[in-house]
Every structure is written in C-alpha cells, then in structure tokens.
C-alpha cells in the first residue's frame, strides 16, 4: 500500500530505512542506491551553491568550498564584539538540548523580545554577511528563517 510513497521518497528526502524499508534494501543498494542518493544530494547542493554564491566574497566562498567551513577573524567590530560578549556571558539565557544517539546539539532561542534587550547580539544574528555566509553553508537560499549558530572566537585574550 506505501511502495508508491517510497519509491517517490528515495528521490526526496527520505532517510530513515525504518520509515522506508526501500532505503535499507541491500539489493538496492548493491547496486548503487545509496551512492547515487548522496551524488544527487551533492550535485544538487552544488548547483544551489552556485546560484547563491553572489552573496559572498569569492575568497570566503572558494576557503568554503576546499575546508568546508568559514573562517572570519575580526568579523564584528571590537566594540561590538565586547558588548556582544557582556550581554551574553552576563545573564541567564535558556537552552534547549537535542540528543540523536551520541550526538548533543544544544540551542538558545533568540525571540524578539530577548534581541530588544541586547543590540549586539541583534546586531550580530541580523547581520547579512554572516546570514549569507550560513545561507551558502547550508544551500538554502530562500529560508524565511535561519537558525543560527554563532561561534564566538576571541580576540587574543
């Protein structure tokens, strides 16, 4: 009753072999499935790169490209960056934890109201370099939202 819905999901995003059995198939994958899923997933990760790398300076998109990941020293004013850590090493903020078998993915929200109270950290989760920097990472250019995970690197301490 459901092998039309997963032979539809192995070119979606199906990826659990629980919830398509068809994704676990060791016949099928033998035969390449699992490597012709990841090929597509990456070509078309790609092509969406391509189309969104006008948003970023070419060297942070090519240092992207070859470490897979961005590195930016300075990238806040060192005014801003002082304030940015005196707000948010100075007050309880809440945290919500995810745990996927070994992995812990730990997040705090960052409603308005909290952004009202802190010009700095607003100013560095509005940023539109940084937001286009994560938009490139992730290959998503038209999300309305982005979680985003901002990394504090110190200055020489």
Not at 9 to 25: H, Q, Y
Not at 56 to 64: G, I, K, L, R
Not at 106 to 117: A, E, G, I, N, V
Request: charged share 25%; aromatic share 8%.
């Amino acid at each position: 009753m459901k092998a039309p819905l997963w032979v539809l999901g192995l070119a979606g995003t199906d990826k659990s072999p629980r919830k398509n059995p068809l994704l676990g198939s060791e016949r099928l994958n033998t035969w390449g499935l699992h490597k012709k899923r990841v090929k597509l997933a990456a070509d078309m990760a790609a092509a969406r790169r391509a189309r969104l790398a006008r948003l970023v300076a070419p060297e942070e998109h090519a240092f992207f490209d070859e470490n897979g990941y961005f590195l930016v020293h300075d990238f806040l004013p060192a005014e801003v960056y002082a304030q940015l850590k005196e707000e948010v090493f100075n007050q309880a903020l809440e945290a919500r934890e995810m745990r996927q078998g070994q992995a812990v993915t730990r997040m705090t929200m960052l409603p308005p109201s909290l952004l009202s109270k802190n010009p700095a950290l607003a100013q560095a989760v509005r940023d539109s370099r940084a937001l286009n920097m994560i938009r490139y990472a992730a290959s998503q250019g038209g999300i309305r939202s982005v979680l985003f995970k901002l990394c504090l690197l110190s200055r020489k301490r």
